[in-house]
């Protein structure tokens, strides 16, 4: 069975291999669009090399993790590469609307409402970058710790006990893979508009990608892992004195690689289809690159790109977190600004523009004065509690009105004249507010009491006011 399966195993890989050169070998001969092209080349190559990896761990199994540690690093780039080949198909409408705030809300897979002020704005693209990015960065450095792990004889490889740095790592790798899941999805979701009207194919691509780890993780890590710990699947002793002893572990990783062979195999055909050339760029005649020239800047000059894209994303990121502070702050000083105004530095709004309740109730005439008066007169009167009162203009402002409409001036010991018996303030017309009408005199046979109004007609016999006359 182990033979069978090393054969089986390795006819795949060539089966993939095969697939995988022919579509690579199109691109390269028709280079027309190298900032799509390079990503779609680099995610191409990622079956069959995955493939192989796979291989050569069911030809030495004792070297299993260090060579996975090549595979998980080809998974990782194929993410970000993809993630990349998808930003560079919405470069041009991001430049078409730039400075724009387009709101967007969508239902991603039918199940969460995820609304947005700025689709093409800097916030989103750099909270995506992160969450897209982290998981290469991770599954790289859960290699390394696996590598680590294993030399040190503390990994325990498909046995869940906290002893192992096994369960931690798959734990681990279960939050990251569900990080850039939701990430993804919400990202094609967003721009879901974007890939019908420029007839991009991104959900094919996205599953071309995705599809292959959600299934060699679940499926091969997990599930296999699950059937090793119940004993499902268990040692196989040797039939005759001459044969070999297979512990459960090399079983459990030969069905590991046929599954990643077989999975391979259907991704590569798959990537036919959606990574293969566009209409575009059959029709150009003459590319913009040769072979070597497309080779070197498909597969040669990813290191370097990759590291740039790493720093500028950290970049962008300092970038967004300085703007956020500056918002924030400015937005802050002018809170503090408004509440330092006093109500006569705000220009009052016309009652037109205001609500039908408000407007009412500017309407009315308020005195601005409280109606009682005080023994004690050398106190100034109270100001009024009503907050629609209208304020009073000093009597220096109406020159205009006829000497015989103004009060008689008061003596320096008489009570405040109420705010009622003044004329209507003219100055504010604009208010329209009717004035009220002075209250009628006192009859003279009856004894003035406290609260009785102070006039000139109430007045003009009483013993204890007199008034200047005019010749004064």
């Known amino acids: 069975m182990h033979v069978w399966g090393w054969l089986s195993s390795g006819f795949l890989v060539l089966v993939t291999i095969t697939l995988a050169a022919h579509t690579i070998s199109e691109h390269l001969h028709h280079y027309c669009h190298s900032d799509i092209q390079r990503h779609k080349v680099r995610v191409l190559a990622y079956p069959p090399v995955y493939a192989i990896m796979a291989w050569l761990s069911y030809l030495r199994y004792d070297y299993e993790t260090v060579i996975m540690f090549f595979a998980s690093l080809f998974e990782s780039f194929a993410v970000y590469n993809l993630y990349v080949c ?81 369960l931690y790592l798959a734990a681990l790798d279960f939050i990251s893979l569900s990080i850039i899941l939701m990430a993804l999805f919400t990202y094609l979701s967003v721009f879901d508009d974007e890939w019908k009207d420029g007839r991009i194919r991104a959900h094919g691509m996205f599953w071309c990608v995705k599809g292959p780890i959600m299934v060699i993780f679940y499926f091969g890590d997990v599930l296999l892992s699950v059937l090793s710990y119940f004993d499902v699947i268990q040692d196989k002793l040797p039939s005759h004195g001459g044969g070999t002893y297979w512990p459960a572990a090399a079983i459990k990783n030969g069905y590991y690689v046929l599954m990643i062979c077989a999975t391979m195999v259907i991704v590569a055909i798959l990537m036919q289809r959606y990574f293969g050339l566009d209409d575009s760029d059959i029709l150009v005649e003459k590319p913009t690159h040769s072979y070597m020239a497309a080779f070197v800047d498909g597969y040669l000059a990813f290191i370097p790109q990759f590291l740039l894209s790493v720093f500028v994303c950290g970049g962008d990121t300092v970038v967004l977190a300085k703007k956020r502070m500056r918002l924030r702050k400015q937005r802050r000083l002018s809170e503090d600004e408004h509440k330092l105004l006093t109500p006569e530095d705000v220009d009052p709004e016309p009652i037109s523009d205001m609500p039908e309740n408000y407007a009412k109730i500017l309407s009315r005439s308020e005195p601005a004065y409280s109606n009682k008066l005080y023994a004690d007169y050398d106190e100034p009167p109270i100001r009024s509690r009503h907050f629609n009162a209208l304020p ?63 006039t000139a007609a109430a007045t003009s016999h009483s013993t204890h006011f007199n008034p200047h006359t005019s010749n004064h």
């Not at 809300?105 to 409402?113: D, E, L, M, N, Q």
């Not at 982290?134 to 792990?149: E, G, V, Y």
């Not at 009859?443 to 009785?452: E, G, I, V």
Request: net charge positive.
């Open 392 to 454: 009073l203009e000093p009597l220096g402002s109406l020159p205009s009105l006829p000497s015989e409409n103004l009060p008689a001036p008061l003596s320096p010991k008489s009570p405040p004249v109420r705010a009622s018996s003044l004329p209507p303030d003219t100055s504010n017309a604009s208010l329209s507010i009717p004035a009220l009408p002075p209250p009628p005199a006192p009859m003279q046979s009856r004894t003035l009491s406290h609260n009785d109004d102070f």
């Open 86 to 166: 998808l930003q560079a198909y919405l470069q041009s409408y991001r430049d078409k609307y730039q400075g724009q705030k387009i709101p967007v809300s969508t239902k991603v897979f039918g199940i969460y409402r995820f609304k947005l002020k700025s689709k093409f704005g800097l916030h989103f693209r750099v909270i995506t970058d992160i969450l897209v990015v982290q998981f290469p960065i991770w599954n790289i450095l859960s290699a390394i710790i696996s590598i680590a792990a294993q030399i040190n004889g503390i990994y325990c490889d498909g046995q869940f006990t906290f002893k192992g740095a096994y």
